[in-house]
T-cell receptor, first 111, second 116 residues
Framework: QKEVEQNSGPLSVPEGAIASPNCTYS??????FFWYRQYSGKSPELIMF????GDKEDGRFTAQLNKASQYVSLLIRDSQPSDSATYLC???????????FGSGTRLSIRP | NAGVMQNPRHLVRRRGQEARLRCSPM?????VYWYRQLPEEGLKFMVY????????ESGMPKERFSAEFPKEGPSILRIQQVVRGDSAAYFC??????????????FGSGTQLSVL
């Protein structure tokens, strides 16, 4: 079982719709969760982090965490073509000193 | 306030040569992490360092790869006797504190290593 599992996509949604990449993680003791966005040929950029169960909103982005289900998602409202990128879910494991990344979900916003 | 600086951006080596990748963390950051990324794949953790200490090297291949973060100067990822399979993007990230405390990573632009 992969430590952080994501569907590679592509996840294709029309402009203006809600896009929702998500991931699951294997360590039930994990405490910190991050979403990074990576454009092709560029470095990852932190867009959201969440530590507690529930929702955390920042502009058009909402991170959702369900520790019982070991599930993390990112809602992107009013999707724009500029949101087309790979979204990487990352988790700090309870026993580790490093951030473990999923393989990423490619998101494509159709104009 | 400069971000994480990596150089070179592109590095071409022939099989058997050595590759040295450099990373200067953001000002005030004392924790450095190296990740490798193959095309269409996620980031694979390699090593986590603090000044003069290797904290976690569980992702480093057992041979040919080494990393350091001296008291003065940048962090160096060194790959000896490179092979074609080493071709990848190598990203460095830094944080002000330990990620175990929830600190966030900030990434450099990466070094694209191509082995001919």
């Amino acid at each position: 079982q992969k430590e952080v599992e994501q569907n590679s996509g592509p996840l294709s949604v029309p402009e203006g719709a809600i896009a929702s990449p998500n991931c699951t993680y294997s360590d039930r003791g994990s405490q910190s969760f991050f979403w990074y966005r990576q454009y092709s040929g560029k470095s990852p950029e932190l867009i959201m982090f969440i530590y507690s169960n529930g929702d955390k909103e920042d502009g058009r982005f909402t991170a959702q965490l369900n520790k019982a289900s070991q599930y993390v998602s990112l809602l992107i409202r009013d999707s724009q073509p500029s949101d087309s990128a790979t979204y990487l879910c990352a988790v700090i494991y309870s026993s580790a000193s490093k951030i473990i990344f999923g393989s990423g979900t490619r998101l494509s916003i159709r104009p | 306030n400069a971000g994480v600086m990596q150089n070179p951006r592109h590095l071409v080596r022939r099989r058997g040569q050595e590759a040295r990748l450099r990373c200067s963390p953001m000002k005030g950051h004392s924790h450095v992490y190296w990740y490798r990324q193959l095309p269409e794949e996620g980031l694979k953790f390699m090593v986590y360092l603090q000044k003069e200490n290797i904290i976690d090297e569980s992702g480093m291949p057992k041979e040919r790869f080494s990393a350091e973060f001296p008291k003065e100067g940048p962090s160096i990822l060194r790959i000896q006797q490179v092979v074609r399979g080493d071709s990848a993007a190598y990203f460095c990230a830094s944080s002000p504190g330990a990620t175990g405390a929830g600190e966030k990573l900030f990434f450099g632009s990466g070094t694209q290593l191509s082995v001919l």
